[in-house]
T-cell receptor, first 116, second 113 residues
Framework: GAVVSQHPSWVICKSGTSVKIECRSLDFQATTMFWYRQFPKQSLMLMATSNEGSKATYEQGVEKDKFLINHASLTLSTLTVTSAHPEDSSFYIC????????????FGSGTQLSVL | GQNIDQPTEMTATEGAIVQINCTYQTSGFNGLFWYQQHAGEAPTFLSYNVLDGLEEKGRFSSFLSRSKGYSYLLLKELQMKDSASYLCAVRSRTTDSWGKFQFGAGTQVVVTP
């Protein structure tokens, strides 16, 4: 199946710093990628839809200036958590849309962010 | 908006069958997906329904009734490795995008010996 690589798998940072998370589709082109956030034992919460070559579409309540998304190529989307605070600590997962019958989503392995 | 409801937890014994129900309310329905997620890992795709009826894939089957806003995932011949969270996800068309996925809270399935 299609592979989506997400890096890093985990990161610990100090409060006030910025963290960049990369999401790559390794064997297919993804015009659309999605970024989710997941708290322990809770559902995936869609944060934003990342469209190649255009601005991301953010869900209600998600701060655009806080969570910067860049989808500069058909295989790479990045999420930057700016001026991170402890409440930003969470599991972040990206997914990429594979066009075709069923149009499946394939997920990255996730990034556990811990802000001290 | 859309609401997706599924039970929080289900327990079953090895070799048994478990059915996980999912009800949803959405506008612009464009497909229902089931994912399996082990703790600390990303979800993996299990099944997809866009038309009414049953889709069977090995030990897993998924059913959809669009008129009722209802789906279920059936897990047969349960194995210990099936212990995981099962997420129901609904895709809906929006005016400005291909489709937006929204996930249910997940059903934690516990398989006991």
């Amino acid at each position: 199946g299609a592979v989506v690589s997400q890096h890093p798998s985990w990161v610990i940072c100090k409060s006030g710093t910025s963290v960049k998370i990369e999401c790559r589709s390794l064997d297919f082109q993804a015009t659309t990628m999605f970024w989710y956030r997941q708290f322990p034992k809770q559902s995936l919460m869609l944060m934003a839809t990342s469209n190649e070559g255009s601005k991301a579409t953010y869900e209600q309540g998600v701060e655009k200036d806080k969570f910067l998304i860049n989808h500069a190529s058909l295989t790479l989307s990045t999420l930057t958590v700016t001026s991170a605070h402890p409440e930003d600590s969470s599991f972040y997962i990206c997914s990429a849309r594979l066009q075709g019958p069923g149009e499946k989503l394939f997920f990255g392995s996730g990034t556990q962010l811990s802000v001290l | 908006g859309q609401n997706i409801d599924q039970p929080t937890e289900m327990t079953a014994t090895e070799g048994a069958i478990v059915q996980i129900n999912c009800t949803y309310q959405t506008s612009g329905f464009n497909g229902l997906f089931w994912y399996q997620q082990h703790a600390g890992e990303a979800p993996t795709f299990l099944s997809y329904n866009v038309l009414d009826g049953l889709e069977e894939k090995g030990r897993f089957s998924s059913f959809l009734s669009r008129s009722k806003g209802y789906s279920y995932l059936l897990l047969k011949e349960l194995q210990m490795k099936d212990s995981a969270s099962y997420l129901c996800a609904v895709r809906s068309r929006t005016t400005d995008s291909w489709g937006k996925f929204q996930f249910g809270a997940g059903t934690q399935v516990v398989v006991t010996p």
